[in-house]
């Protein structure tokens, strides 16, 4: 892979658990970064974002601590383990970026951070997806990676998440690398294309973060097609994006949402999140319960007129409403919805030929458990 990791332990996480993870990329790497739309973002994506322009060498993560709403002593922090990174790294400091994921509110006990920074700088190995996502994760009940391998061409990722997921973006991070060279300039285009199908075409809790980043690397290894790249990237990316709605605090099934035949690609997509996002919908498939209702009603609050008289509802392939309601296919739908895993909302519109995909996760109790209690 040609990507090297260290980790380390702040203490910032409970038990012996590491939470400190340092990436050092073989070479200054053309890349892109998308970060949270938040208005109240964290002091490390404030960092990143200012430092970053185009290239990458190495990148720091801390979790457990958010680094935001500290005020600008995060700015400091930030800054500070960029620095400790490079001296220990031997790299330019306005090529390592950094994030955090974790608790807001809290200072980060930054001695114990530039010492656990230390140590992984000091012990360097080929990045191991699995144990990087370990590093990374929060709240997440299992790691979130993949690779894929198309002849010469790689690509592959780590990501965390569980909670507090919705755009812009989807406390989420994603690192997705390629040896496949990608242009300056395209790379950014490609970056965005994607994003707005993978992790921002995806919800848990309807909750923006103030720390999500998404990395797209381009190692420039070999030279590749930029359509066969850009398959492979949106691939990883969708993989690691339906991990995170797996893996949706509390969730006990995921939501697969596809509006098709839609006269316009934004009215399909704001439809289906929409019905992703309905807390009505949401409970309703957590409790196995095929209510159309809630599925059409949810569609009808965009701004865009839908045809109540033409239109489709579907819950895997059991029709419930085409104009007329068909009160037999219930019995199968709720049956379909007690034994998948995935439920699939299919709405047509029958109106044009765009269409778009949402993920999402059921609604439960434990989601309320877990986040009434989150800091206490």
């Not at 500290?70 to 994030?99: N, P, S, Y």
């Not at 030279?223 to 398959?231: G, H, N, T, V």
Request: some cysteine.
């Amino acid at each position: 892979m040609d990507v090297l990791m260290g980790v380390g332990r702040a203490g910032l996480k409970s038990g012996e658990k590491p939470d400190i993870l340092v990436i050092l990329l073989p070479q200054s790497c053309k890349a892109s970064f998308l970060f949270t739309k938040n208005h109240f973002k964290s002091a490390s994506v404030l960092y990143s974002q200012k430092v970053f322009k185009g290239t990458v060498r190495a990148m720091v993560i801390n979790s457990g601590n958010a680094n935001c709403g500290v005020g600008r002593e995060g700015l400091l922090h930030a800054e500070l383990m960029a620095k400790k990174v490079a001296e220990g790294l031997d790299v330019e400091e306005e090529e390592v970026l950094v994030f955090s994921t974790g608790i807001i509110g809290k200072p980060l006990p930054i001695d114990k951070v530039l010492t656990a920074i230390d140590r992984a700088c000091d012990i360097l190995e080929p990045l191991d997806l699995k144990r990087a996502s370990e590093v990374m994760s929060t709240t997440d009940s299992f790691p979130k990676y993949d690779f894929v391998k198309r002849d010469k061409l790689e690509v592959f990722g780590f990501a965390k998440g569980a909670g507090m997921i919705h755009p812009n973006m989807g406390t989420m991070l994603a690192f997705v690398f390629t040896n496949g060279d990608i242009k300056e300039g395209v790379i950014e285009k490609l970056h965005k294309d994607i994003n707005e199908r993978t992790f921002n075409s995806i919800s848990v809790d309807g909750c923006m973060s103030t720390n999500d980043s998404f990395g797209l690397i381009s190692l420039g290894l070999i030279k590749e097609d930029l359509q066969k790249i850009s398959d492979a990237v949106e691939e990883v990316s969708l993989s690691l994006a339906r991990k995170i709605i797996q893996d949706g605090e509390g969730a006990t099934r995921t939501i697969k949402v596809v509006v098709k035949n839609a006269s316009i690609q934004l009215k399909a997509r704001l439809i289906a999140q929409a019905i992703a996002v309905s807390n009505l919908v949401k409970t309703a498939v957590f409790g196995r319960d095929p209510n159309w209702g809630r599925i059409v009603a949810a569609a009808g609050s965009t701004p865009f007129p839908i045809d109540q008289f033409k239109l489709k509802v579907y819950i895997g392939n059991h029709l419930l409403y085409d104009g007329k309601v068909h009160p037999k296919a219930l019995e199968n739908a709720k049956k379909y919805m007690e034994e998948s895993q995935e439920i699939e909302i299919n709405l047509d519109l029958m109106e044009g030929r765009e269409s778009w995909i949402y993920y999402s996760s059921d609604l439960t109790y434990d989601y309320i458990k877990i986040n009434a209690e989150y800091t206490t």
